[in-house]
């Protein structure tokens, strides 16, 4: 019975010494996921362009006079912040991408995915490398691309912070928007 319970007490210990998930961040300069469109435009007055994009979302696009940061777009759903990506000035990061991915690392812990290769063949990618934080309530990833414009490579590298479930709730209302809009479409019917 004693040697159970010293069993017992010794799992205890060790589940206790487990290391707990981090908590990845929500909030970038002031604006945290789950904001109403109303208080992002109160703490960032200077957003300049508004536009609507993919039926569900609206996206506001802030260029900042932070050195390193080259332009911050925030994405909402029904008035509610869900999306914010950061595209920084890769000319003026330390070691570039890696620097930043090194950055990411010591404050975020490992990633679940490093530097995924993906292929696009749309995009016109040289490189395109995909890493990938996530918890319960968020997802940060690290888009590093590599394309051509102008006869020129440009490299680009972009921190998306999203929040799950607004995620889910805009993905949803966007399939019933498409399905919706496709049902005007006309087409010939079969008559019964």
Known sequence: MICLLLLGVAQLGIAGDQIQPR????????VKLGMA???VLRLKPDIA?????????????QTPSDRYVQRVVYRFH??????IEIRYRPDRLQHGASGLLE????????????RLEEVDFESNDLHRRRT???????KITLL????????NSV????LTMTDLALQRRRDEAQEKQIHHKMQEVPIPHVKT
Request: hydrophobic content about 30%.
């Open 78 to 83: 029904e008035n509610t912040l869900y999306e």
């Open 49 to 61: 362009v508004t536009k609507r994009t993919n039926f569900a979302t609206v996206s506001l696009i």
């Open 144 to 151: 590093e691309r590599e394309y051509f414009r102008d006869g």
């Open 132 to 138: 990938l934080w996530q918890d319960e309530r968020t």
């Open 155 to 158: 490299t680009e590298i972009t």
């Open 103 to 114: 950055r990411l690392r010591e404050e975020y812990g490992e990633p679940l995915t490093d």
């Open 37 to 39: 469109l109303n208080e």
């Open 23 to 30: 908590v990845l961040p929500r909030v970038f300069q002031q």
